[in-house]
């Protein structure tokens, strides 16, 4: 009389499965990843897109001014078009209470000591806001390549003092090597760190041969 085989797994056997699952794990986790990162990179074109949204409802609301703060913090006047409570600071909120003035990408800036792997939205011309023209939209020539809205990874107790035209130590390009843009007309780009959009001056000139004035100066 022949012994039926044991239907339970041998150490052999339970091996292979698992290493089988380990494989097959080793093959996904790039593709998840990629995903994943897409994910956030979506999300943060969503944030870009709503925040520069609420700059131009702000402008319609106040007769084509954009958000200018007499101290320096324009984000605190947004705080009823995003629903965020923001106050004084750059950009007045931690990522847990405001996340859409958050990438949701974390980056620690290795330029900078005081790096708290934030990412947040700050306007391109900042000389703009603070110029004669007082962040008056329709001052803003050719909006639809203005870039209004951009990405940057500094301490946020440092300021926002970063763009016009490309500070290469503050801005990023995080989603698959591209950074996303709001424009002036209210759309939203993702671009990459090639000229003439990011000319690699750490500078706030306007002087000179600056290939990328035509994207940042927006009464250029």
């Given at each position: 009389?022949?012994?039926?085989?044991?239907?339970?797994?041998?150490?052999?056997?339970?091996?292979?499965?698992?290493?089988i699952i380990a494989i097959l794990a080793a093959l996904l986790m790039p593709a998840l990843s990629k995903t994943r990162?897409?994910?956030?990179?979506?999300?943060?074109?969503?944030?870009?897109?709503?925040?520069?949204?609420?700059?131009?409802?702000?402008?319609?609301?106040?007769?084509?001014?954009l958000p200018v703060d007499v101290d320096g913090y324009h984000y605190k006047l947004l705080r009823n078009y995003l629903?965020?409570?923001?106050?004084?600071?750059?950009?007045?909120?931690?990522?847990?209470?405001?996340?859409?003035?958050?990438?949701?990408?974390?980056?620690?800036?290795?330029?900078?000591?005081?790096?708290?792997?934030?990412?947040?939205?700050?306007?391109?011309?900042?000389?703009?806001?603070?110029?004669?023209?007082?962040?008056?939209?329709?001052?803003?020539?050719?909006?639809?390549?203005?870039?209004?809205?951009?990405?940057?990874?500094?301490?946020?107790?440092?300021?926002?003092?970063?763009?016009?035209?490309?500070?290469?130590?503050?801005?990023?390009?995080?989603?698959?090597?591209?950074?996303?843009?709001?424009?002036?007309?209210g759309h939203v780009e993702a671009f990459r760190d090639i000229q003439p959009y990011f000319y690699h001056l750490d500078?706030?000139?306007?002087?000179?041969?600056?290939?990328?004035?035509?994207?940042?100066?927006?009464?250029?």
């Amino acid at each position: 009389m022949t012994r039926e085989r044991s239907k339970t797994f041998t150490l052999i056997e339970l091996l292979v499965v698992i290493a089988i699952i380990a494989i097959l794990a080793a093959l996904l986790m790039p593709a998840l990843s990629k995903t994943r990162a897409k994910g956030r990179a979506g999300s943060c074109r969503n944030n870009v897109k709503q925040f520069t949204q609420a700059n131009i409802m702000y402008a319609d609301d106040y007769q084509g001014w954009l958000p200018v703060d007499v101290d320096g913090y324009h984000y605190k006047l947004l705080r009823n078009y995003l629903n965020y409570p923001l106050s004084n600071g750059t950009p007045g909120a931690t990522r847990q209470v405001a996340p859409g003035v958050f990438c949701p990408e974390v980056y620690f800036n290795p330029y900078y000591a005081s790096s708290d792997g934030n990412v947040y939205y700050v306007w391109g011309d900042r000389n703009f806001l603070n110029s004669d023209y007082g962040g008056f939209l329709p001052k803003a020539r050719n909006p639809s390549v203005k870039f209004m809205i951009l990405e940057i990874s500094r301490s946020t107790a440092g300021g926002n003092a970063a763009t016009r035209y490309y500070r290469y130590k503050n801005n990023v390009f995080l989603h698959d090597k591209t950074m996303n843009i709001g424009f002036y007309d209210g759309h939203v780009e993702a671009f990459r760190d090639i000229q003439p959009y990011f000319y690699h001056l750490d500078t706030t000139t306007t002087a000179g041969n600056n290939a990328a004035r035509p994207y940042w100066a927006s009464d250029y």
